[in-house]
């Protein structure tokens, strides 16, 4: 059908009524027509598409979802790159931060933008002519994914920005982020589904944005705050920061409402004390507050130094502690035995995440808390570590608190338990014998930085081992497909694609497989060191300790405990079980051991990088044969900072080690990879 004019005008009317909607509702939350309404403007525009899909554009408010791309994200240059900002974690780092700026700019006083800093993940987004053409991730600030269709799906993000004094080519730069509340009723969806849980909101937005089907997306809760201009095609948008963030409300799109302007230092932590206070009644996580020089001028006059901006700082937030009450204490049994008291808590949100359960580390901690059931406790979380108990409010003690029992007998094997180190460590003397590190052993062997059995997961696994279906890592390689659909919850083919993920565990590396066996003792980093010295695996077995100890970073403590594994008889039964199954690693290792430029020296990863995952970095690393640790300390050669880096990076500047952001370690890593 041909569309009269008068169709047009209506169509054209519906669009620029519901935009205005959307703009009054998601960017500026005071929606000014109930959903009915709303719902019949865009019921009457479908319909008037479905009749003259001519004049369907892909600006309008109905062609938000897209179809699914046949394959991967594609890889977005951006025209600017993105940059990163430092960090400051102390009052003083803010104050030096204002000294150096008014040093260079020689001036008095500096007035700031003070923003909450969303716990989400930077994103830019491309308008030509006003039109949504482009939305990207920021990848490592210079190259980041194509995620446009996913981008359009979010009702923050205008289609078509809203007046006419923007610049034909505008690219936005903003943080995409899960409210607090999104976050749980996504995850309330997903546990109904049987689908997997997020581990807190940016995990979950990041997940939601990179979902390869824009239908997905479409229907998870994300939303998005713009907080800078990239690359614009006219000159600069305004002259202060304060009035770049009004001018992209004005056009549409959603700006942070906690933004204020302050000067000076004092202004800036008093803003930031303004701000944490207000961190737990906001919708949506933060993670601290990001300074910006207001003067657009100022802000390029300072310019940037190693893709941060000299006129930006990130003031972190301290670790989250949070109060709760302990509902009750239990043991866990881990893989090589060591018994660990676990507080089970009502649960709190603290750290980003939800807490239930809080490590009591060994049964001296107990005592030094003087924890007991019923207490009310305060518990921490930072960055990735397990949640912990700091502290037991006596004052709040009720009268009913029991004390806890330390048991005598494991849990699972009745085994007695014995004391090592002067009572920090207790340890089932069950050994294998014992169900609970039996399972623990072989999740191990099955994670993903050992053998890496996609599917083979701790439910699984416990789910076998109590139905006897295997009893050590080795009968993993005799499982059948009968066996398997006999499970519970366990259909023919994930039965069939957990078998084929057992087969393809076989070809694995030297270093991979001796991390694997969960030798006490040795980690990553020395399974490496291990098979780096030792690619023959069966001279490696009948190495002594005076000569494991030549290897570097292997005292004799580390020495003797792979001695003991490998003379148990028990455990060269699975070896020699693994290796008649199947199990094997090239023999190029031997001549990849040799080509280790980094060797000797010590590197440390903080902070999530954008393109590769700490366990990959480290992997590449250790490749090269550098030794990777967890701790800064004089003997560290360099520390690698993604985002969020916590104290590791405070800790590299005070002992003047050398730091290097993600962008000079992907450079670092191709240096010496060729070299
Ligand atoms: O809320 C945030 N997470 C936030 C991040 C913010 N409010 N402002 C930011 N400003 C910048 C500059 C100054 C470089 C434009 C940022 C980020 N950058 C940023 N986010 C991730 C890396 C950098």
Known sequence: MTASAGVRRR??????????????????????????????????????????????????????????PESAFGSVRHAEPMLSLNNAFADADVEDFDRRARERLDLEEIDYVVEPKLDGLAVSIHYEAGLLVRG??????????????????????????????????????????????????????????????????????????????????????????????????????????????????????????????????????????????????????????????????????????SRAPRWALAHKFPAQEKRTRVAGIDVQVGRTGAITPVARLDPVFVGGVTVSNATL?????????????????????????????????????????????????????????????????????????????????????ASRRAMDIEGLGSKLVEQLVDEECIRDVADLYGLSIDKLVALDRMG???????????????????????????????????????????????TLMAADVEALQGIPDIGPVVAQSIRSFFDQDHNREVIDKLRAAGVNWPLTEVEQSSATPLRGMTFVLTGSMDNMTRDHA?????????????????????????????????KAHKLGVTVMDEEEFVEFLAKHRTA
Request: overall charge neutral; some cysteine; charged content about 25%.
């Open 618 to 650: 480290k992997r590449q690393l250790q490749s090269l044969g550098a030794k990777v640790s967890d701790s800064v300390s004089a003997k560290t050669d360099y520390v690698v900072t993604g985002d969020s880096p916590g104290s590791k990076l405070a």
């Open 11 to 68: 169509i054209d009317a519906l669009r620029s009524e519901i935009e205005q909607h959307n703009y009054r509702y998601y960017v500026l939350d005071e929606p000014t027509v109930p959903d009915i309404e709303y719902d019949r403007l865009m019921h009457e525009l479908q319909s008037l598409e479905a009749v003259h899909p001519d004049l369907i554009t892909s600006s309008s408010p109905t062609q938000r979802v897209g179809a699914k």
């Open 361 to 445: 580390h060994n049964p001296a901690e107990i005592e030094r808390l003087d924890i007991r059931i019923g207490d009310a406790v305060v518990v921490r979380r930072a960055g990735d570590v397990i949640p912990e108990v700091v502290s037991v409010i006596k004052e709040q003690r009720p009268a009913h608190t029991r004390k806890f029992r330390f048991p005598t007998r494991c849990p699972e094997c009745k085994s007695e338990i014995l004391y090592e180190g002067e009572g920090i460590i207790a340890r089932c003397s069950g050994g294998l014998y014992c169900d609970a590190q039996r399972k623990e052993s072989i999740k191990h062997f």
């Open 136 to 305: 990207a991730t920021r990848g490592d600030g210079v190259n980041g994914e194509d995620v446009t269709l996913n981008v359009r799906t979010m009702r923050s993000v205008p289609l078509r920005l809203l007046g006419s004094d923007f610049p034909a080519s505008l690219e936005i730069r903003g943080e995409v982020f899960m409210s607090k509340q999104g976050f749980a009723a996504l995850n309330d969806r997903q546990r109904k589904a049987g689908e997997k849980l997020y581990v807190n909101p940016r995990n979950a937005a990041a997940g939601s944005l990179r979902q390869l089907d824009p239908q997905v997306t479409a229907n998870r809760p994300l939303e998005m705050f713009c907080y800078a201009v990239g690359r614009v095609a006219d000159g600069d948008v305004a002259l202060t920061q304060a009035q770049v963030l009004d001018c992209l409300q004005r056009w549409g799109l959603r700006v942070c409402p906690e933004n204020l302007v302050v000067s000076g230092a004092q202004g800036c932590l008093d803003a930031y004390r303004v701000i944490l206070n207000k961190r737990d009644a906001l919708p949506y996580e933060i993670d601290g507050v990001v300074y910006k020089v207001n003067r657009v001028d100022q802000q390029q006059q300072l310019g940037n130094i």
């Open 492 to 538: 023919p083919k994930s039965a069939e694609n957990l078998l084929s993920a057992i087969d393809r565990s076989k070809h694995t590396s030297l270093a991979r497989f001796l991390f694997a066996l969960g030798i006490s003792q040795v980690g990553e980093s020395t399974a490496q060191a291990l098979a780096t010295t030792y690619p023959e695996f069966d």
